[in-house]
């Protein structure tokens, strides 16, 4: 299989560079995957897709302001990515920088009066240690949003609340659950309200999303691995749901790779590890019975995933109406729902 055959050509004003104004006011594309019937909604009409009967689980991890900007003691610029939070002044980190970093050398941050250690280089990145008060709090305080590439501006004050979910708990991601973005406090409650099952997974997405897939076959790609979380309580609402015929969405990718890992066995259950399972045409699903997402990079692996969910034929017609329509693309884009 070759990742040529994810490929789509996207124009690019159809890529949101701004989130809409209101979260739940983004257009929801359903997909009929059985059908291959396509129909055009509003966010909020996802309240009428689902029932008492069923599960809804989102990811709620937090996004890290993980994007910091200094120079080394030679004044050279550096730009830092946080990967992964090792311990509360250590951390793995992607690094942009004319030369490579040495260590026992340092990053002097361009705010505050931080410096920070290399300790050593690990594979394709690099583990610093943080001088007190410790990573997140320095990421807090000095860090910018990590705003994908494509979205190609600086990111603003405003993406601090808006490129994240409303539900966000859980620290430790560099890129947010895009999916959720669309679900305001209102719109959960009414979930709620109408007897949806609402549960919540972690997975800790890691700078390693943002790279693009650098071999032709498809199989021969290698998932960054991410930490993940699903609670014994999430076991149990799934196994309940399955029980009474309900069916278990994921909202996001995110969700469903948690899901898919902690079932891997056949059976769902509580699972706290790092995941790199790879989903593409040929997977065999054993949790999830629907998802929403927002629309993914051409050549992605998150292309790839959702082609194994809904059928590659079904989700290259859904996008080409979806830029005959004009919906918007990727992270502050519009929402697909897939059903089957």
């Given at each position: 299989?070759?990742?040529?055959?994810?490929?789509?050509?996207?124009?690019?004003?159809?890529?949101?560079?701004?989130?809409?104004?209101?979260?739940?006011?983004?257009?929801?594309?359903?997909?009929?995957?059985?059908?291959?019937?396509?129909?055009?909604?509003?966010?909020?009409?996802?309240?009428?897709?689902?029932?008492?009967?069923?599960?809804?689980?989102?990811?709620?991890?937090?996004?890290?302001?993980?994007?910091?900007?200094?120079?080394?003691?030679?004044?050279?610029?550096?730009?830092?990515?946080?990967?992964?939070?090792?311990?509360?002044?250590?951390?793995?980190?992607?690094?942009?920088?004319?030369?490579?970093?040495?260590?026992?050398?340092?990053?002097?941050?361009?705010?505050?009066?931080?410096?920070?250690?290399?300790?050593?280089?690990?594979?394709?990145?690099?583990?610093?240690?943080?001088?007190?008060?410790?990573?997140?709090?320095?990421?807090?305080?000095?860090?910018?949003?990590?705003?994908?590439?494509?979205?190609?501006r600086e990111d603003e004050a405003a993406d601090r609340q808006r490129y994240q979910?409303?539900?966000?708990?859980?620290?430790?991601?560099?890129?947010?659950?895009?999916?959720?973005?669309?679900?305001?406090?209102?719109?959960?409650?009414?979930?709620?309200?109408?007897?949806?099952?609402?549960?919540?997974?972690?997975?800790?997405?890691?700078?390693?999303?943002?790279?693009?897939?650098?071999?032709?076959?498809?199989?021969?790609?290698?998932?960054?691995?991410?930490?993940?979380?699903?609670?014994?309580?999430?076991?149990?609402?799934?196994?309940?749901?399955?029980?009474?015929?309900?069916?278990?969405?994921?909202?996001?990718?995110?969700?469903?790779?948690?899901?898919?890992?902690?079932?891997?066995?056949?059976?769902?259950?509580?699972?706290?590890?790092?995941?790199?399972?790879?989903?593409?045409?040929?997977?065999?699903?054993?949790?999830?019975?629907?998802?929403?997402?927002?629309?993914?990079?051409?050549?992605?692996?998150?292309?790839?995933?959702?082609?194994?969910?809904?059928?590659?034929?079904?989700?290259?017609?859904?996008?080409?109406?979806?830029?005959?329509?004009?919906y918007r693309f990727f992270s502050y884009g519009d929402a697909m729902l897939m059903?089957?």
């Open positions: 299989m070759k990742v040529s055959d994810f490929e789509f050509e996207l124009p690019p004003h159809l890529i949101a560079r701004y989130p809409v104004a209101d979260r739940a006011s983004s257009r929801l594309l359903h997909l009929n995957a059985t059908t291959g019937e396509i129909s055009h909604l509003g966010f909020r009409a996802i309240l009428d897709q689902v029932s008492d009967n069923d599960l809804m689980v989102f990811n709620d991890t937090r996004v890290i302001p993980a994007r910091l900007f200094g120079h080394k003691e030679t004044g050279g610029r550096v730009e830092l990515l946080l990967e992964r939070v090792l311990g509360h002044q250590l951390a793995l980190m992607q690094v942009r920088s004319s030369k490579t970093l040495k260590p026992g050398s340092y990053v002097a941050l361009d705010e505050g009066n931080y410096r920070l250690r290399v300790e050593r280089r690990a594979g394709s990145f690099y583990e610093l240690s943080f001088p007190p008060p410790g990573v997140l709090e320095i990421a807090n305080d000095v860090g910018h949003v990590p705003l994908p590439p494509y979205i190609d979910t409303v539900y966000a708990r859980q620290e430790g991601a560099v890129a947010a659950p895009t999916a959720g973005l669309h679900f305001d406090k209102a719109l959960m409650q009414a979930l709620a309200d109408k007897g949806v099952d609402l549960q919540f997974v972690t997975l800790h997405v890691g700078a390693g999303t943002f790279q693009p897939v650098r071999v032709e076959e498809v199989e021969s790609h290698k998932m960054h691995a991410e930490a993940i979380t699903v609670s014994e309580s999430v076991s149990e609402a799934v196994n309940a749901c399955k029980s009474k015929g309900g069916r278990v969405i994921a909202v996001g990718t995110t969700s469903v790779r948690c899901l898919e890992t902690a079932c891997a066995s056949g059976r769902i259950q509580p699972t706290c590890c790092d995941t790199d399972i790879f989903i593409f045409p040929g997977y065999e699903f054993r949790c999830v019975d629907a998802m929403i997402t927002n629309f993914h990079l051409p050549g992605s692996t998150l292309m790839m995933l959702v082609s194994a969910f809904a059928g590659i034929e079904n989700i290259k017609r859904a996008y080409e109406v979806a830029i005959q329509e004009e059903t089957r």
